[in-house]
Nanobody
Framework: QVALVESGGGLVQAGGSLTLSCAASGDISSVNRMGWYRQAPGKQRELVAIMTSVGAIVYQDSVKGRFTIARGNAGSTLYLQMNSLKSDDTGVYYC?????????WGQGTQVTVSS
């Protein structure tokens, strides 16, 4: 089992920055991928950024150059540094992890960007 807890969301003005954190616990040694998804009101959940166990990274096109995904040295914390935030970045951000065929989700953290 893997448990994920996000933090760091909040209200920020357009152009500002936020850093989200995801604390992972449990059997994280076998995690294949970790990443971030987001869901805006009335929209489907969408991929923001993912990182594989070997360090390969994929970003959604709309966040390239503005967001950075990283893992802490111990591997138990995942970060999402978000710069130059736009109103379109508003939504609930979810941390996720995959281990074998299992997918784990955090409870989400709200990010609101005011224009």
């Amino acid at each position: 089992q893997v448990a994920l807890v996000e933090s760091g969301g909040g209200l920020v003005q357009a152009g500002g920055s936020l850093t989200l954190s995801c604390a992972a616990s449990g059997d994280i040694s076998s995690v294949n991928r970790m990443g971030w998804y987001r869901q805006a009101p009335g929209k489907q959940r969408e991929l923001v950024a993912i990182m594989t166990s070997v360090g390969a990274i994929v970003y959604q096109d709309s966040v390239k150059g503005r967001f950075t995904i990283a893992r802490g040295n111990a591997g138990s914390t995942l970060y999402l540094q978000m710069n130059s935030l736009k109103s379109d970045d508003t939504g609930v951000y979810y941390c996720y992890a995959t281990r074998s065929v299992r997918v784990y989700w955090g409870q989400g953290t709200q990010v609101t960007v005011s224009s």
